[in-house]
């Protein structure tokens, strides 16, 4: 939605490319879908169903609810840990049949939790392609777990040519790993040398504290990519994109009236 507020930063327009929105649905009853749809539907641009919540629901209820979101143009997706819990049993196959099931636009294709080869990821992800939108997730869930910044750019990279629309930078939904140290901070220097080789469009950053959403803002501006954002929490980080809200309020006040900003 493009504000009439004519002094606010320009803010992509749906279908989105950049400055997309990732919800993170973590098990929302159908009520609460209908009611996030009429405040925050047109912010989001990708649902991820976490974890491995549309198998532990009422079937029913997950085609619903994916019904709804796709009724939004939004794009669903299945958690990642659940593409690997169906790999690590040697179930492709039937995972591909599942996604069929319930008629989803995306799919996550991830190894956070398992380990795989990264020529096997590429292949699922070369192959998933052919059919549907691929985000392929990048850096280990488990924390103490230290991978070289040229290692993240190689396997975006790599990511990308194989088929990813997008590359999800990984922080699980407590922001403590991949990206983040362990108090939620970001790794500085690893982001920085990320953008500097990968097209920053390309890249969805898992932030789901206000505080790392803050500072994704103030780094790469209004229209970075950010994901795992709480659905109470969307609209919030639309006002962040916005300079509406205390945190960035001056990121994109005009020079000539800084000199009116408050000590």
């Given at each position: ?10 803010r992509?327009?749906?279908?989105r490319?950049?400055?997309v ?5 973590k ?12 405040t ?13 919540t ?10 619903q ?7 939004s143009?939004i794009?669903?997706?299945l958690?990642g ?9 040697g179930?492709?196959?039937e ?8 008629k ?6 991830s190894d ?17 392609a ?18 070289s910044?040229?290692?993240?750019i ?6 990308i040519?194989?088929?990813s629309?997008?590359v999800?930078g990984?922080a ?5 790993v ?7 901070n970001?790794h500085?220097?690893l ?16 932030a789901p ?11 790469l501006?209004?229209n970075?990519?950010l ?5 109470n929490e969307?609209i919030?980080?639309?006002?962040l994109?916005?300079?509406l809200?205390?945190d ?9 009236f ?6």
């Amino acid at each position: 939605m493009k504000s009439n507020l004519d002094f606010l930063p320009e803010r992509s327009t749906t279908p989105r490319k950049s400055g997309v929105t990732m919800m993170m649905d973590k098990g929302l009853s159908i009520r609460e879908v209908e009611d996030f749809l009429t405040t925050g539907g047109e912010y989001t641009d990708f649902a991820k169903l976490g974890f491995g919540t549309s198998v532990v629901m009422n079937e029913k209820l997950v085609l619903q609810k994916i019904q709804l979101y796709k009724g939004s143009n939004i794009n669903v997706y299945l958690g990642g840990t659940l593409f690997e819990a169906y790999i690590i049993r040697g179930k492709f196959d039937e995972y591909r049949k599942l996604v069929d099931k319930y008629k989803v636009d995306a799919i996550e294709v991830s190894d956070g939790s398992i380990v795989m080869e990264h020529d096997e990821k590429c292949k699922y992800i070369e192959k998933l392609a052919k059919t549907h939108i691929v985000l392929s997730e990048v850096g280990s869930k488990e924390a103490g777990i230290i991978t070289s910044p040229n290692k993240w750019i190689n396997m975006m990279q790599t990511e990308i040519n194989a088929g990813s629309s997008y590359v999800i930078g990984e922080a699980r939904e407590s922001g403590t790993v991949g990206i983040y140290r362990p108090n939620g901070n970001a790794h500085v220097a690893l982001v920085n040398k990320i953008i500097a080789k990968v097209d920053k469009d390309k890249i969805i950053w898992e932030a789901p504290l206000k505080s790392q959403q803050v500072w994704f803002v103030k780094t790469l501006g209004a229209n970075v990519n950010l994901g795992n954002i709480a659905p109470n929490e969307v609209i919030p980080l639309e006002t962040l994109r916005l300079g509406l809200r205390g945190d960035t309020f001056f990121q994109f006040l005009p020079d000539e009236f800084m000199e009116m900003k408050i000590k």
